[in-house]
């Protein structure tokens, strides 16, 4: 505890403290703590000017008095005045270090840490196809370029429709996936893979969602890429596009039929 009458002792009290510091600072479990701990840093360097001119007051008021260490008092009154510069210099240099801290602190208050409206973008599937139906849009792809197959894909995009059930299908990626070989393009909010040596196409749109809510469980966090099983996979997914339209998710297809939106 500081005396407030004892320099020395204070002294000692204050580098203990800083010592305490440097070690406690290494991690901070609540990052927004930083503002307060600069704001008291910033007390702290007034203090220290403070203290700096106060020393070399002291040393000037007392530079007649003294002398070096071959007794003399001339030679006392040089290395008087000499500390006396030094501890004004040094405080010079604390006043840049505050202005620097005080800019410091206003930065660090108009940070929100922890902000509960964070978005972050995920990718969710629109259409995937392979063999014959993806031709189709191979050859538009090579004969007016991807944007255009792009443009082409998404007419199958029923917004929240196709959201949902790529949701639900477990068809969302943190990014639009690239598998060896793949070739890709993006236009505003979609993005294409496709492939023409493997013959397959695929568009995924991009979906902004809570933060909170894109922290899944480990076991959860990652969705298997979907040609780990390409035959099984493209066979089910081929029924179900036939089913519900040429180029259509198959979850689309089941969510207008459930809504008695198909034929």
Do not use: C
Request: negative net charge; hydrophobic residues 35%; charged residues 25%.
């Amino acid at each position: 505890m500081p005396t407030f009458t004892n320099p020395a002792a204070d002294a000692g009290e204050a580098y203990e403290a800083l010592r305490g510091l440097a070690h406690a600072s290494r991690t901070f479990e609540d990052p927004s703590e930083t503002y307060a701990v600069i704001g008291d840093l910033l007390g702290g360097v007034r203090s220290l000017r403070q203290v700096l001119d106060q020393l070399a007051t002291v040393h000037l008021n007392h530079q007649h008095q003294v002398t070096d260490e071959s007794r003399e008092y001339g030679g006392g009154s040089v290395e008087a005045v000499a500390a006396a510069d030094e501890l004004h210099q040094a405080g010079t240099l604390i006043d840049q270090a505050h202005d620097r801290l005080n800019a410091a602190m206003t930065h660090s208050g108009r940070i929100v840490w922890n902000p509960q409206d964070r978005l972050v973008e995920r990718w969710v599937g629109i259409v995937f196809l392979q063999g014959e139906e993806a031709h189709k849009v191979l050859d538009l792809i090579d004969a007016k370029g991807a944007e255009a197959g792009i443009e082409h894909l998404s007419q199958w995009d029923y917004g929240v429709e196709t959201t949902d059930a790529a949701m639900e299908g477990g068809d969302v990626h943190d990014s639009a996936p690239v598998y060896t070989g793949d070739r890709q393009a993006e236009t505003g909010d979609y993005a294409m893979t496709y492939n023409p040596q493997a013959g397959h196409v695929a568009l995924y749109r991009r979906h902004l969602i809570p933060a909170e809510d894109a922290l899944d469980p480990p076991d959860q966090a990652h969705v298997s890429a979907r040609r780990s099983a390409p035959a099984r996979e493209t066979t089910a997914r081929r029924g179900a596009v036939r089913e519900g339209g040429w180029f259509e998710h198959p979850g689309v297809a089941s969510v207008k039929q459930s809504r008695g939106l198909s034929l």
